[in-house]
């Protein structure tokens, strides 16, 4: 107990407050009604300190240790008894005088019983008091069905009477609540046809070995496991198995705006007209950086077909010399998968490798025309910025120990790319079986 003693001036103050049954030179004699106003703003997150000041005490005249005591004191109460633990034990309940003499037998068995009654009412308004405030403690932020459920786990030890009260606790509707409870074989079926679903659709999105999102999941599902799901199933289904795609970091020259320099090294034959739906005919090129093993740095040179996003030829190398590019289009020459078109051309930025001399009189020999992008403009070559972006989520080369694992991956990825990895542009099929389908179709 603190040794803080109040003077005349300081009862008088304190026995003014409406949460003060008694006071004393060393104690004060709290309501029963202010301790149960403690312990409900003790646990929506209020201080000791914050709750006497709120309810007229004035915390420097108590002393701050005796706060404290207080708070102890009741927070171990209720944790015991729950909301009885507060009551003041001191106070003596009147009797009434019994209206003919009992025997020893007769009081004996008559305080039994009164024991017996008392433990049982005991029991219930602790465990009443804790269900409530339970209910109200986890029912914040819960969607209806999970209120529904909450409810369920109260009422079901014999407190159906009570429905009626929970729901208006956690502000839900009762008609609701009984609805709830005769759909519980449909919740039993649909939880067991998601599973089925989840099982298939994380099979989809582990199929070889590389991580899909929604969309290239419904596609790997209609294509190889001739299976369709609406891709809102297919998105809830990943919240609930926890399933997440790589996704790329924005990269923030891409929020630039569009550059207004109109100086081109070359014309832009491309004009970001990428679908020009003929096979061959609009390729694209870039180099990108790849680090791996310890503090190595390889560059990567691709060819991709604009029109169907397949990847052509690509050439990996330790140097940023200007052979990573002109050997890059000596693979493009030798493919035979199909024939190049008469009219075919490389775009590219306006980097030191495309501007070369040598790059383009190379170009010329090959019977290859030349575009470029604007200078700073990475949209003017986007499927090409794209397909790196997408590899690199994929392929992690600062895990690789050397180039040539380096170069084995790339590769892996590559065929995984071309052959497998189904693109909603591309009329959910594979670059592969799109270039087939133009050619067929032409």
């Known amino acids: 107990m603190s040794k803080k003693h109040f003077n005349p001036s300081e009862r008088e103050q304190l026995s003014a407050n409406p949460y003060v049954l008694r006071v004393s030179e060393k104690s004060i004699t709290y309501a029963d009604e202010f301790k149960r106003l403690f312990i409900d703003q003790y646990l929506l997150g209020r201080t000791p300190r914050e709750i006497f000041e709120a309810n007229g005490f004035d915390v420097e005249m108590l002393g701050m240790k005796r706060v404290e005591q207080c708070a102890d004191r009741w927070k171990k109460a209720y944790e015991k008894d729950g909301i009885i633990g507060l009551a003041d034990s001191r106070k003596e309940a009147a009797l009434r005088p019994s209206k003919r003499p009992l025997s020893k037998e007769e009081i004996i068995a008559k305080q039994e019983a009164k024991i017996r009654l008392l433990e049982e009412q005991l029991a219930y ?17 819960l969607n209806p069905s999970e209120c529904f459920e909450l409810i369920r786990h109260v009422v079901k030890n014999g407190r159906e009477r009570m429905t009626r009260y929970f729901c208006d606790l956690l502000g839900v509707s009762r008609s609701g609540y009984y609805n709830y409870l005769r759909s519980a074989d449909k919740r039993l079926a649909r939880k067991q046809a998601d599973e089925k679903a989840g099982d298939l659709i994380k099979k989809a999105f582990h199929k070889r070995g590389f991580k899909k999102g929604s969309r290239s999941i419904k596609m790997t599902l209609e294509q190889e496991y001739h299976t369709v799901y609406n891709l809102k199933r297919i998105r809830r289904l990943m919240r609930k ?63 991709l077909d604009a029109s169907t996003g397949e990847l052509l030829a690509q050439n990996l190398s330790p140097t940023l010399h200007l052979p990573l590019a002109t050997e890059t289009v000596e693979p493009l020459m030798k493919q035979k998968r199909f024939k190049l078109h008469k009219e075919a051309f490389i775009h590219s930025d306006q980097g030191d490798h495309y501007t070369s001399p040598i790059y383009q009189n190379l ?53 995984y790319y071309n052959h497998y990895r189904y693109q909603w542009g591309l009329k959910k099929m594979t670059p592969v079986q799109y270039r087939n389908h133009l050619l067929s179709a032409a």
């Open 363 to 415: 170009l010329k020999s090959k019977g290859l025309g030349q575009s470029m992008s604007r200078r700073g403009n990475c949209w003017d070559n986007a499927p090409q910025e794209s397909f790196f972006g997408h590899m690199k989520d994929h392929v992690k080369s600062r895990d690789c120990k050397n180039l040539a694992e380096l170069e084995r991956e790339i590769k892996r990825y590559i065929r």
């Open 125 to 141: 308004v602790k465990k009443l008091d804790k269900n409530e405030r339970r209910l109200l403690a986890n029912g914040k932020d």
């Open 241 to 303: 198995f926890n399933l997440v795609c790589p996704h790329r970091r924005a990269n923030p020259y891409r929020r630039m705006a569009k550059a207004t320099q109109e100086h081109r090294t070359l014309e832009n034959m491309l004009q970001r007209d990428f679908k020009k739906g003929i096979p061959g005919l609009a390729l694209l090129t870039d180099i990108t950086y790849l680090p791996y093993g310890n503090s190595q740095m390889a560059y990567f040179s691709t060819i």
